[in-house]
C-alpha cells in the first residue's frame, strides 16, 4: 500500500508539493476549493524580473500535475486537518499519512485604508487590478484614455499597525518596480512615480531592474507615504504625501493611483491552527517549528507547510518551499 499525504491547496507550492510526493513514491490527493488549480498566479501577468509570463509557467505545472495522474479534488473546502485524517466541509473524511499544507495567502483588502478611496474614487487600483487590466489588454482610465501621469504607492496593508500587518510582504516592492516599468512600456510620454518606505530589492536580478526603472525608463522614486487621496473635479486623483528626505510636503494630480497591496495570513488559518493544535506567528501566518532547521515542519508531527501559509515568499521561493516539504513529508511516512 502507498503511503497517502494530502496537500491542502492546489496553487504553484501545492501542485509542486504533490509533483515532488508521486516523484517520492508516495500518493498525493490535492485539494483546492477553487474550481481550478493555479492559486493567485492564476490572475498574474508577467513575473519579475524576466518578465516570463505568468501562463507558462502555471500551464507547465498543470501539465506535470495532470500527466502524473494525481487526484486532484476541486471545489473542496477543508473544515479541520489532523496527521492523519483531512475532513472536508461536507463532512467527507479523507484518511492520510501525513498532511501538507500549502493553502497560501490573501491579499490585502485596500478599502480597508479608507484615506486612499480604493472602491469610490475612480482611478484609485490596487496592484492585482493593474495585473488583471494587463492580462486583459485594457490599460486606461476609468473614462478609456491612456493614463499620462501615475503614481505607484507601496506598503499598503503592510508594515502599518493600524491594520494589524506589521509584516513586510517582501514582494510588493518588486511589482511596484515591475509594473512601473510595464507602464513606461504600454505608455512611454507618462511620468511614474512610486512612493516607498524602503526599497526592499533582495531577490536575484531585482536590484538590476530597479536600477534599469530608473535609468532606462526614467520612473521617479519618491520617500515617503501618501497619506490621503481624493477626487479632482477632472476625473483625477490628487495625493498629498511628504518627501521624507527632503522633509517637504508634498501634492500632485495624478491619471491613476495604483495601491501595492500585501499579503496577509488567510482568515482560515486560526480555525485550521485551532483544530490541529497548530502555532501562529503573530502575523497570522502559520509558525514553522524551527525558522533554520525545521521552516517546513509545524510544530505537530506529520503536518508540514509549503509556500505563503508561513510567511510572505516570491514564487521561487515558494516553489523550492513545496520541494523540501514534500522530501520532508515523504521522510515522515516512510520511517
Ligand atoms: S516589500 Fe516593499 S512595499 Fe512590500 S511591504 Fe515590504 S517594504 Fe513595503
Known amino acids: 500500500m502507498k503511503k497517502r499525504v494530502i496537500v491542502i491547496g492546489g496553487g504553484i507550492a501545492g501542485m509542486q508539493t504533490a509533483l ?5 513514491g508516495v500518493e498525493p490527493v490535492l485539494i483546492e476549493k477553487e474550481p481550478e488549480l493555479g492559486g493567485k498566479l492564476r490572475g498574474w501577468h508577467v513575473l519579475f524580473p524576466s518578465f516570463t509570463p505568468a501562463q507558462e509557467v502555471l500551464t507547465e505545472l498543470r501539465r506535470r500535475v495532470n500527466d502524473s495522474g494525481i487526484e ?32 497560501g495567502f490573501t491579499l490585502f ?32 482610465k476609468a473614462d478609456g484614455s491612456a493614463p499620462r501621469r501615475i503614481a505607484f504607492l507601496h506598503c499598503v496593508g503592510s508594515r502599518d499597525e493600524k491594520v494589524c500587518q506589521q509584516h513586510c510582504s517582501k514582494v510588493c516592492c518588486v511589482t511596484g518596480v515591475k509594473q512601473a516599468i510595464e507602464m513606461k512600456r504600454l505608455f512611454p510620454e507618462s511620468d511614474v512615480f512610486n512612493f516607498y518606505m524602503d526599497i526592499r530589492m533582495f531577490g536575484p536580478g531585482y536590484e538590476e531592474m530597479y536600477r534599469e526603472a530608473q535609468q532606462t525608463y526614467n520612473i521617479h522614486f519618491v520617500r515617503g507615504r501618501i497619506s490621503e487621496a481624493s477626487p479632482t473635479l477632472e476625473g483625477r486623483v490628487q495625493i498629498k504625501a511628504e518627501d521624507t528626505l527632503t522633509g517637504r510636503p508634498l501634492r500632485m494630480s495624478v491619471d491613476m493611483l495604483v495601491l501595492l497591496i500585501g499579503m496577509r495570513a488567510n482568515d482560515d488559518n486560526e480555525q485550521l491552527a485551532r483544530g490541529a493544535g497548530l502555532e501562529r506567528a503573530r502575523s497570522g501566518f502559520m509558525k514553522p517549528r524551527d525558522l533554520f532547521l525545521g521552516n517546513v515542519c509545524s510544530n505537530i508531527g506529520g503536518i508540514f507547510y509549503a509556500g505563503t501559509i508561513s510567511a510572505p515568499k516570491n514564487i521561487g521561493e515558494s516553489l523550492n518551499e513545496a520541494t523540501a516539504a514534500a522530501d520532508a513529508a515523504a521522510r515522515y511516512v516512510m520511517q
Open 72 to 103: 486532484c479534488r476541486m471545489s473542496a473546502e477543508v473544515c479541520s486537518v489532523s496527521p492523519r485524517e483531512v475532513v472536508l466541509s461536507g463532512g467527507e473524511r479523507l484518511a492520510c499519512d501525513a498532511v501538507v499544507l500549502a493553502s
Open 20 to 24: 515532488r510526493l508521486a516523484e517520492q
Open 109 to 140: 483588502d485596500a478599502s480597508i485604508k479608507e484615506e486612499y478611496g480604493y472602491g469610490i474614487y475612480d482611478n484609485v487600483v490596487t496592484s492585482a487590478d493593474l495585473e488583471r487590466m494587463f492580462n486583459e489588454g485594457r490599460v486606461a
